[in-house]
């Protein structure tokens, strides 16, 4: 048995119910994509915050039968996580000044926008090692 990480193969799409009793299968998820991309434990810690906020965020108001699209991706060292909300409201919901501040210094780009198919969405890029300055 070896001590090495296989690579994980990228990209995973996860689809839920957009409740936020589903955030921790997120949260999870998200940890879990970065710990086998090598990330340290506090970029781990990072991206499941990230994650978090943003799909909480996203997914705030909406109905039992809208939809919460991630897709786990990467570009080079840094890992890309994309949610969607299907079959929800389309306002773009603003992030208060709290929560801008912790993703600031959580991650190294954060978009909230309209989804390709209208609908509330996100994009976060996370590099490794990467800190707030």
């Known amino acids: 048995m070896t001590d090495a990480v296989e690579a994980v193969s990228l ?6 119910p957009a ?3 589903q955030l921790r299968l997120v949260r999870m998820a998200a940890a ?9 434990v506090q970029d781990i810690e990072d991206v499941r915050v990230a994650v978090d906020e943003l799909a ?3 997914i705030a108001g909406t109905s039992e039968s809208c939809e919460l699209e991630l897709c786990f991706g990467d570009e080079g060292e840094a890992l890309v996580v994309e949610g969607q909300l299907r079959h929800g409201p389309d306002d773009l919901p603003e992030l208060d000044s709290v929560a ?3 993703l600031s210094l959580v991650a190294d780009h954060v978009e909230i926008h309209r989804g390709s198919a ?3 969405a996100f ?6 090692g990467s800190t707030a300055e």
């Open 100 to 102: 801008a501040e912790l």
């Open 123 to 128: 994009r976060l890029r996370k590099r490794q």
């Open 11 to 16: 990209p995973i799409r996860l689809s839920v």
């Open 32 to 40: 879990t994509v970065a710990a086998d991309m090598g990330f340290s």
């Open 19 to 21: 409740n936020p009793g």
């Open 118 to 120: 209208g609908g509330r």
């Open 56 to 58: 909480a965020l996203v």
